[in-house]
């Protein structure tokens, strides 16, 4: 089913409800009532997203099953999750239940729900509608939620690359369940324990990803000379470890304390570009190093010719990274209408010193805002125009008119 277009008179709004009620039906009711009563009175909703904590245990999947009837939208789409964040606030633990939705005039909204399914001739997502069959809509952005245990993201990733380029995806994999099968997923009436929930948008909304990686680079970047696989030999003609041992000679010692702790290494996602800023790079964590052959290992596959910098994360520069995306994007086009925040389930109190950061930061920026989120398993969002499958990331999704 695809919803819209309808009228563009006006643009897009949003409002957003939460409960932490302990019984879930009653949270449920509450933050529907709650979302709608922000919202405000006019035609129903084009989209709900509904993000329930896992919390609630074995109630969660029968509550969801009948979600589509009891939400005031067109269209819906939700997942279980380790916890969910409404406005300024973060519910890191315990039962809580966030309503977003959305009214989107003139905009396109086809919802999805994929499964990945071995052929005689190899991997296969299906469940695709037929309106995507063909060409996707002006300002496409797919907004996805997807299990971890059961859709392989990356490959999906990889597919829409070629043959939809240039789509933003933006999303967030469920981490309300922590075996295969425990997760609950969401696609108007229907629910699902594997595969992904989705929602293509486009017409006369833009979506606007913003993504914090929470790094900021040490060192200059450098050009792989020689790489194997995953496995970094020679960054400038030297050993890479050689030239990791140079930066870390000339750094004061609280980023030497970081180097220890918390290295990763960035690759520039486009190489075509005369300077790389921390943006540039989709960062990926150092998984080992020999101090023999001088070689660094990392979570990512690497090839000779690729540029890279060294880059280390503490909260300090994943609060800095937050706030200086969202300045940019507040200076770029102003206010938008609302907001979905996929924050990973390691930032949070795991990470700051305070609790709601990521919340706030968006409020103080771009509030006040109705937004819904929730901690992920793995954070989903574009660097440069490269879609990639994040972690420690804040990937956030703005909708404003286009």
Same mark, same amino acid.
Not at 122 to 137: D, H, I, N, S
Not at 259 to 270: K, T, Y
Not at 373 to 383: H, L, S, T
């Given at each position: ?64 099953? $009948?979600?589509?009837?009891? &939400? ?8 279980? #999750?380790? *916890? !969910?964040?409404? %406005? +300024? =606030? ?90 295969? $099968?425990?997760?609950?997923? &969401? ?8 595969? #992904?929930? *989705? !929602?293509?948008? %486009? +017409? =006369? ?198």
């Amino acid at each position: 089913m695809t919803a819209g277009p309808g009228p563009a008179s006006a643009g897009p709004q949003c409002g957003v409800g939460c409960s932490t009620h302990v019984a879930l039906d009653a949270a449920i009711a509450e933050a529907v009532a709650a979302a709608a009563t922000a919202l405000g009175p006019g035609e129903r909703a084009d989209l709900a997203v509904a993000f329930v904590s896992g919390a609630y245990g074995t109630a969660v999947r029968p509550a969801l099953e $009948g979600l589509a009837e009891f &939400v005031p939208a067109r269209v819906v789409i939700g997942t279980t #999750a380790e *916890g !969910v964040l409404a %406005g +300024g =606030t973060e519910h890191e633990g315990g039962p809580a239940v966030v309503i977003w939705l959305a009214r989107l005039p003139g905009a396109i909204v086809t919802p999805l729900a994929l499964e990945y399914a071995q052929t005689p001739d190899g991997g296969m997502f299906v469940g695709w509608p037929p309106e995507l069959e063909a060409a996707w809509p002006d300002n496409a952005t797919l907004i996805l939620l997807a299990d971890p245990f059961s859709f392989p993201v990356d490959t999906l990733l990889q597919r829409l690359a070629e043959d939809r380029p240039g789509v933003p995806i933006v999303g967030g994999m469920a981490s309300g369940g922590i075996a295969p $099968g425990s997760n609950t997923l &969401v696609c108007n009436a229907g629910t699902y324990d594997s595969g #992904a929930v *989705g !929602v293509v948008i %486009g +017409g =006369t909304v833009r979506v606007r990803p913003v993504v914090s990686q929470g790094c900021r680079p040490i060192g200059a970047p450098l050009v792989i000379t020689r790489a194997e696989a995953n496995v970094i030999h020679e960054l400038g003609g030297r050993p890479a470890l050689e030239r990791l041992r140079e930066i870390y000679a000339r750094l004061h010692a609280a980023d030497r304390e970081l180097v220890r702790s918390s290295l990763h290494v960035g690759r520039v996602a486009s190489e075509y570009q005369d300077a790389f800023r921390a943006g540039d790079f989709l960062v990926r964590n150092v998984v080992g190093a020999d101090p023999e052959s001088g070689v660094i290992a990392i979570g990512d596959l690497v090839r000779t010719g690729q540029t890279v910098q060294f880059h280390v994360r503490d909260a300090a520069s994943a609060h800095d990274d937050l706030e200086r995306l969202l300045a940019s994007a507040r200076a770029a086009d102003g206010l938008p209408a609302g907001a979905l925040v996929f924050t990973c389930n390691g930032r949070g109190t795991r990470l700051f010193a305070e609790p709601h950061h990521d919340a706030r930061c968006v409020q103080e920026i771009l509030g006040p805002l109705p937004a819904a989120g929730f901690f992920a398993q793995g954070e989903i969002g574009p660097i440069g125009r490269l879609n990639c499958l994040h972690g420690f990331t804040a990937s956030i999704a703005l909708f404003e008119p286009a």
